[in-house]
Nanobody
Framework: QVQLVESGGGLVQAGGSLRLSCAASGRTFSAYSMGWFRQAPGKEREFVAVIGWSGGSTYYVDSVRGRFTISRDNAKNTAYLQMNSLKPEDTAVYYC????????????????WGQGTQVTVSS
């Protein structure tokens, strides 16, 4: 069992930055790939980014590539999502998730989920 707790969401103006954190407890954090997903009102949950077990491999959805950076610190059992140049269309609840499979981009492949943190970008 892995427990995930996100933090760092909030209200920011367009062009601003936020850094989300995902603190994990329970089983060995480094054994899981970590992903970030988001869900806007009335829309399905969307993949945002994934990072492999050691942090050496990352992948992003096209809409955030070049603006967002996913990272992890296995010593601290924490994953991060640095979000720069935020746009109003980035407004959503952001979720971190853990998967025992390597480098997955679909929600149903993930075993554990956090409760989500709201990110609101004003224009």
């Amino acid at each position: 069992q892995v427990q995930l707790v996100e933090s760092g969401g909030g209200l920011v103006q367009a062009g601003g930055s936020l850094r989300l954190s995902c603190a994990a407890s329970g089983r060995t954090f480094s054994a899981y790939s970590m992903g970030w997903f988001r869900q806007a009102p009335g829309k399905e949950r969307e993949f945002v980014a994934v990072i492999g077990w050691s942090g050496g491999s990352t992948y992003y959805v096209d809409s955030v590539r070049g603006r967002f950076t996913i990272s992890r610190d296995n010593a601290k059992n924490t994953a991060y999502l640095q979000m720069n140049s935020l746009k109003p269309e980035d407004t959503a609840v952001y979720y971190c998730a853990a998967t025992r499979y390597y480098f997955r981009r679909t929600a149903h492949d993930y075993d554990y989920w956090g409760q989500g943190t709201q990110v609101t970008v004003s224009s």
